[in-house]
């Protein structure tokens, strides 16, 4: 019998539920020892449900000669702490010879360190989850496709959104809270940087949400589409530094953007200052202090403030959150972003029974190898189960997961720092999402 | 005879050119000898022309054997070296008890020498340029005066604009660069804060050249008027915490905001990212870029991308510049701002002959004694001799030789950290200005 291989999983949050839930199902077969490690340990316990092949512990990142022994102890580490708490971890890694896999993108300390890691003879896997993670794969498998058939691909967009499940999407925005809300509320801030038609072009924060597309998503309705802040530094990753169009973007329900525009207009989505005696003003009181001088309500003020920015739906939504009732903002010492998100996520706060929603699409235009003008839309919905095995969960947390089991098997060949854009990596990893309904429907015309 | 005063002036720029005059006009009559600091003696020289009691030096501010010496030997050391330098230089000053004047904002390093400096018997007297310097001087008379009659402040607005002398303004925009080009670019970054009529107002980046208002200097005619970042900060250092309305702003000529505007609009003022192959492109290509997808040139699409927020006025200023023209930018791997910047300083160069102008004006509103509703405009308005002594060199430079005079003097009692907000220093200091032109005009109504 094989011998028994020891993984650490650091970080049992939300979003570590379905990559836990793989590994303790395939550790009996693989013989595995699941680490999971957290400074909660309710949080472990709730995950790893006393199971057999697994070992909770309290676990404090900072505690550098518990973090030592913990990594040299495995052979694989699976870090879902914050980006910005990675390099320790891949410190250790180095040092002890251990692999690692993130979901997050990779740093310029990360990459520093890919020659050291390929010396070490060890994988530093990272941007291996959603978006980053199954967008690269998903994006790759065509684009690999269309060159080795000839075809030379011309155009490239593609969109993701974490969303609600369209029967539980009861308010106007469409939206509730399925990750980091502060995420959410400074989404987009900067400089939206893409080509279109070998053209440059880039879309300031003040107008981004006033520049949004409309796209479908077959069987799944219209939702609208924002440009992410940048688009250009994934030329080189996908091997296509000549395309002339390329865009990635943000998917949110139609009519979204307009609203969110007023926001940002109004300047209620900054966050680099603080309001004095916040908590002392009412909703109409706020709006008063960003809107100018005139007569009437808050109200009033704001529908000829925004004039023809502003539509009927639009102000709907305003008016849902609440903005022009004359109650108290009850948070002191806060940024415009800060009063904004402290309202949301009491409006926009996921249910027990609501179920969220992962949406993804890649638009390819490509001429094949008769130099026929050809589309491929590549299209990805997961509904979460409950909420605890949400779709953000399944589809951040299965790619590392299957990504583990593959480099213990010792199927995956590539060290150093290392992204799912290769067919080693990308061919594998769908197949076994596809046996979690993370599927992506093709349509070529 | 008294014995020998030694001051140290590190730094001479352009705006160095007056205070150091004022120093050697009166260093016979003083009995000073005034070493003038430099990285350029070629710079030292223009200034003190072999004046028999000049001392020109060339300096490092990083040898810090030299510093320490040269600071060492001086009784009072004038820093005009850029804000963020002087920390080491009133370090020294603590070290060898030494008095420090500077014409910037008192820094967070800066304020917590206070103590120390109190304990080592000197001033570091900060804030004594113009604007912060003359500003706080005139104002704080002011609002002196009228606490001093049992009158009651309601209403202060302050407003600044380093311009161009109306016989030299011969370009649309009545504006070329007086001082730090860099600066007048990012004018405005941010969000504006201040207070009117007891609520906070807060005017986000995006659209704080829309909301500018405008203000008439008699004699002058009229200014563009738009706020500056933080008005709120200055209540206490005015003792008037509780004023309902208070608001700072920066002058330009009319129309310059409206037209400033598309600018904003189009994200040609945004320094945090680079313009890939710059170079390469036109300024229309460039517009291209920032511009939504349309038929037509660059001037067609502009003109409907702006809409009503562009009227004929600002399209010629912006015309005028050449932004339609088929001209290469000529500047690789640069910033939209720092596009806009090398544009701007070709066509808004001072020219040999130009003269600048200051303009400065307080408005304040108050009751008094006996509960009328007063208003006091006080206004100032300098005219620069030639392009070395200029409005600006004047402005910045007098106020620190002036004080240096008193402080060598012994008339300035003040120790520690000091701006130039008391009786002691603004008396004299205004009186002293006067005789060299630089003289509010007051109304009372």
């Not at 008769?370 to 909420?387: F, K, N, Q, Y």
Request: charged share 25%; aromatic share 8%.
């Amino acid at each position: 019998m094989e011998e028994t291989k020891n993984i650490l999983v650091i970080g049992a949050g939300r979003s570590s539920s379905s990559l836990i839930k793989y590994l303790l199902d395939h550790a009996e077969e693989e013989n595995w020892e699941i680490t999971v490690a957290d400074v909660s340990l309710e949080a472990v316990r709730q995950k790893t449900q006393d199971h057999p092949h697994s070992r909770p512990i309290v676990f404090d990142i900072h505690n550098e000669q518990q973090r030592a022994e913990e990594i040299s102890y495995a052979d694989i580490v699976i870090s879902m702490l914050p980006a910005h708490m990675h390099m320790d971890v891949a410190n250790d890694c180095l040092k002890y010879k251990k692999h690692l896999a993130t979901a997050s993108y990779v740093s310029k300390g990360m990459a520093a360190l890919d020659l050291a890691a390929k010396e070490a003879g060890i994988i530093l896997l990272n941007e291996t989850g959603l978006d980053p993670g199954i967008d690269h794969a998903s994006a790759m498998k065509i684009i690999d496709d269309i060159h080795e058939s000839g075809g030379e691909l011309t155009s490239f967009k593609s969109f993701c959104g974490g969303l609600v499940s369209p029967e539980c999407n009861d308010n106007p925005w469409g939206y509730k809270f399925t990750w980091n809300p502060r995420n959410v509320i400074l989404a987009g801030h900067g400089t939206a940087q893409y080509i279109d038609k070998g053209q440059y072009k880039y879309i300031p924060y003040n107008r981004l949400f006033t520049q949004s597309e409309i796209i479908e998503v077959e069987g799944h309705g219209k939702f609208d589409a924002y440009a992410n802040r940048d688009s250009l530094s994934y030329r080189p990753i996908y091997k296509i530094e000549h395309i002339p169009t390329m865009v990635r973007g943000t998917l949110r329900m139609p009519g979204y953007c307009k609203a969110w525009h007023v926001f940002v207009k109004l300047g209620l989505t900054d966050d680099s200052y603080k309001i004095e005696a916040s908590d002392t003003l009412t909703y109409p009181e706020l709006l008063d202090a960003f809107l100018p001088d005139g007569d009437g309500t808050a109200k009033e003020k704001l529908v000829r403030f925004m004039g023809a920015e502003m539509d009927g739906d639009s102000l709907a939504k305003i008016e849902w959150l609440g903005l022009f009732e004359d109650t108290k903002i009850g948070v002191a010492n806060a940024s415009p972003a800060e009063i904004l998100q402290h309202l949301l996520e009491d409006k926009w706060k996921l249910q027990e029974h609501d179920k969220d929603m992962i949406v993804m699409q890649h638009q390819f235009k490509y001429r094949n190898a008769a130099r026929e003008a050809r589309t491929i839309l590549s299209s990805l919905v997961v509904i979460g189960e409950d909420p605890v095995y949400t779709a953000m969960a399944k589809t951040v947390g299965l790619p590392l997961a299957i990504m583990t089991r593959m480099i213990l098997q010792g199927k995956i060949m590539a060290r150093g720092v290392t992204i799912p854009t290769t067919k080693e990596i990308y061919v594998p990893l769908l197949e076994e999402l596809e046996k979690f309904g993370v599927k992506f429907q093709e349509k070529e015309f």
